[in-house]
């Protein structure tokens, strides 16, 4: 299954893109998690140091030419083997469920236009927009796309064929009209299946009247141990509510309609 993330800066999708990635495959699930957000986050969310994070692909002027080409370009090139030569593979925030082999975990960085040494944002955004859509269409993994905070990757389409969105928020007015926006526009590229998932939300509070909400809403607590871990460690794994974050995967699966791990989450308890 294929899942994007999405919403304002700050409200907590690139945690919990790390988290679903990391609760598949303790389950015995290969996992793709793409990093397409400006930040660049997603790897040391994930557990990795600074200096083992990949070059952007957007930044790799040798691949970007040798696919894509210079004058005449290729806009639609043949990508297939270059996600696996230019990912790396990511620790797990813990061992595998009981009774399970974990499954593989790869990082694919791509970077923004902005980044690209060689300003040929026409190449190296084909370039991008291919990979990605060999991910989705292609790949019989997870792939979970941590995506550009805001809206711009959905106003230029570049996810249209993901089976669902998570639309991250946090319960504050100016996040959650974001948030409407990306579920609005996700609507109009055909990605129905929606959830909403409430970061740091305390209780379970009556949402504004925003229309284009998602129905479905996932509530996420604010966690002491993230919360402390944050000035020492950009990872958001292994932490002390590790069991509570693997409940809050399996409903936010449940909620998505997606297939079920391998390893249910009480094969763990």
């Known amino acids: ?48 140091n600074p200096a083992q994070l990949p070059t952007p692909l957007a930044e790799r002027e ?3 030419r040798k696919y894509i080409g210079q004058g005449y370009m290729s806009l639609n090139p043949e990508v297939s083997g270059l996600p696996e030569a230019l990912s790396v ?12 082999i974990a499954g593989d975990k790869q990082l694919l960085v791509m970077g923004t236009v902005a980044g690209a040494s060689s300003g040929c944002a026409c190449a190296a955004n084909a370039l991008l927009k291919s990979v990605l859509a060999h991910l989705i269409l292609e790949e019989r993994a997870w792939v979970l796309v941590d995506m550009e905070a805001g809206v711009e990757h959905l106003g230029r389409g570049t996810v249209a064929d993901v089976d669902a969105l998570v639309v991250v928020s946090e319960p504050s007015l100016r996040s959650l009209g974001t948030a409407a926006e990306v579920a609005r526009l996700a609507g109009g590229l055909g990605l129905a299946r929606q959830v909403l998932a409430l970061n740091r939300s305390e209780g379970a509070a009556a949402l504004p009247d925003i229309p284009g909400l998602p129905e479905q809403v996932l509530r996420l607590p604010v966690l002491q141990g993230l919360r402390q871990r944050q000035l020492s460690s950009g990872s958001v794994l292994g932490l002390p509510e590790d069991r509570e974050v693997n409940a809050l995967c399996a409903e936010l699966l449940d909620m998505l309609g997606a297939p079920a791990p391998i390893g249910a989450l009480k094969a763990s308890a």
């Open 89 to 100: 593979p990511l620790p797990l925030g813990g061992p595998a469920f009981a009774g399970r």
């Open 1 to 48: 299954m294929k899942i994007a993330f999405a919403g304002k800066g700050g409200a907590g999708k690139t945690s919990l893109a790390a988290w679903l990635g990391d609760y598949l495959a303790r389950n015995g699930e290969n996992v793709w998690l793409v990093d397409a957000d400006t930040a660049l986050s997603l790897g040391q969310a994930s557990g990795l």
């Open 62 to 64: 040798d691949i970007i």
